[in-house]
């Protein structure tokens, strides 16, 4: 496995490489890697000829009172993962070379972004997009691929490429969960045992919601209120949003109807966790 931080000698590697008409697959992480990202990698492996994982923790995706300082940090475990895992080249640059002092232009999203985690944290969607364009420019991917967890930036993701203009396939693949159906994130090794216990109530509230909509019922706001009074029965939390949203446009449904988002995020113990379901109902 090759490690390169320079984005300029990136780009050269990879120019070579795409010139041998090889399918350059992307998975873009944050590092301190866990079984979803693996999921992820091993996927890209499977279907791509070069390997590109980047690990880069992009300050603009957080804000002022958000935990950038502390995210966790594992780069001598998270190389020998994708040594074993068979990635080709591990992108893993500093943060002045990819926003040098003075950058001034930035990627916003202005419709897709300003829901869900894009409400509760304002900015964050700008920090995604644009530091994805760069790796975009840089790495000239045919396939990347990311996770249903953060299902909003796979939506932004997809329309940031079509409208942009780009030549990159967006893949979105299955959450992979705890035995304790807690959905896989970097941030669950801040939970403590009795933390840990009371995040079951996001995936219970979302069996909840699933198991309402099998049964026939389809007012949005009454499942909702469903699903809050059992997280609140569950443990003492802060919900950030519970919303069920059409799954392509994220806007909000009054009726269940075709491809839904049932989404939710809280905080317990100052750890934000954010999980989702979609169910299809035929119209």
Same mark, same amino acid.
């Given at each position: 496995?090759?490690?390169?931080? $320079?984005?300029?000698? /990136?780009?050269?590697?990879? /120019?070579?490489?795409?010139?041998?008409?090889?399918?350059?697959?992307?998975?873009?992480?944050?590092? +301190? !890697?866990?079984?979803?990202?693996?999921?992820?990698?091993?996927?890209?492996? /499977?279907? $791509? =000829?070069?390997?590109?994982?980047?690990?880069?923790?992009?300050?603009? #995706?957080?804000?002022?009172?958000?935990?950038?300082?502390?995210?966790?940090?594992?780069?001598?475990?998270?190389?020998?993962?994708? !040594?074993?895992?068979?990635?080709?080249?591990?992108?893993?640059?500093?943060?002045?070379?990819?926003?040098?002092?003075?950058?001034?232009?930035?990627?916003?999203?202005?419709?897709?972004?300003?829901?869900?985690?894009?409400?509760?944290?304002?900015?964050?969607?700008?920090?995604? $997009?644009?530091?994805?364009?760069?790796?975009?420019?840089?790495?000239?991917?045919?396939?990347?691929?990311?996770?249903?967890?953060?299902? #909003?930036?796979?939506?932004?993701?997809?329309?940031?490429? +079509?409208?942009?203009?780009?030549?990159?396939?967006?893949?979105?693949?299955?959450?992979?969960?705890?035995?304790? %159906?807690?959905?896989?994130?970097?941030? %669950?090794?801040?939970?403590?045992?009795?933390?840990?216990?009371?995040?079951?109530?996001?995936? #219970?509230?979302?069996?909840?919601?699933?198991?309402?909509?099998?049964?026939?019922?389809?007012?949005? =706001?009454?499942?909702?209120?469903?699903?809050?009074?059992?997280?609140?029965?569950?443990?003492?939390?802060?919900?950030?949003?519970?919303?069920?949203? =059409? /799954?392509?446009?994220?806007?909000? !449904?009054?009726?269940?109807?075709?491809?839904?988002?049932?989404?939710?995020?809280?905080?317990? =113990? %100052?750890?934000?966790?954010?999980?989702?379901?979609?169910? %299809?109902?035929?119209?």
């Amino acid at each position: 496995m090759i490690t390169i931080k $320079s984005p300029q000698k /990136a780009r050269q590697l990879i /120019a070579k490489t795409k010139a041998k008409g090889l399918c350059l697959g992307f998975v873009p992480t944050m590092g +301190a !890697l866990h079984r979803g990202h693996l999921s992820l990698i091993r996927k890209a492996r /499977a279907e $791509s =000829d070069f390997l590109i994982v980047s690990i880069f923790v992009n300050p603009l #995706q957080f804000g002022p009172k958000e935990d950038f300082r502390k995210y966790p940090r594992k780069i001598k475990q998270d190389r020998a993962s994708l !040594l074993k895992e068979g990635v080709d080249l591990l992108f893993f640059p500093e943060s002045a070379a990819i926003y040098p002092e003075g950058a001034s232009v930035f990627v916003y999203e202005d419709r897709l972004s300003k829901v869900l985690c894009g409400k509760s944290r304002p900015g964050h969607f700008k920090g995604v $997009s644009t530091v994805l364009v760069k790796f975009f420019n840089i790495i000239n991917p045919d396939i990347a691929y990311f996770g249903q967890k953060d299902y #909003q930036q796979g939506v932004i993701v997809k329309k940031l490429v +079509a409208d942009l203009n780009y030549n990159i396939k967006i893949k979105i693949l299955p959450i992979i969960r705890e035995d304790d %159906n807690l959905a896989m994130s970097s941030r %669950n090794v801040y939970l403590d045992d009795k933390a840990r216990i009371k995040s079951r109530c996001i995936y #219970q509230s979302l069996a909840l919601a699933r198991n309402l909509i099998r049964k026939g019922r389809r007012d949005t =706001d009454k499942i909702i209120l469903e699903m809050t009074q059992l997280i609140r029965s569950k443990a003492r939390v802060k919900i950030d949003y519970i919303q069920i949203l =059409d /799954a392509n446009s994220l806007t909000k !449904l009054n009726l269940i109807n075709g491809k839904t988002l049932i989404a939710v995020a809280i905080y317990i =113990d %100052n750890v934000r966790l954010i999980d989702n379901i979609i169910i %299809n109902v035929k119209k």
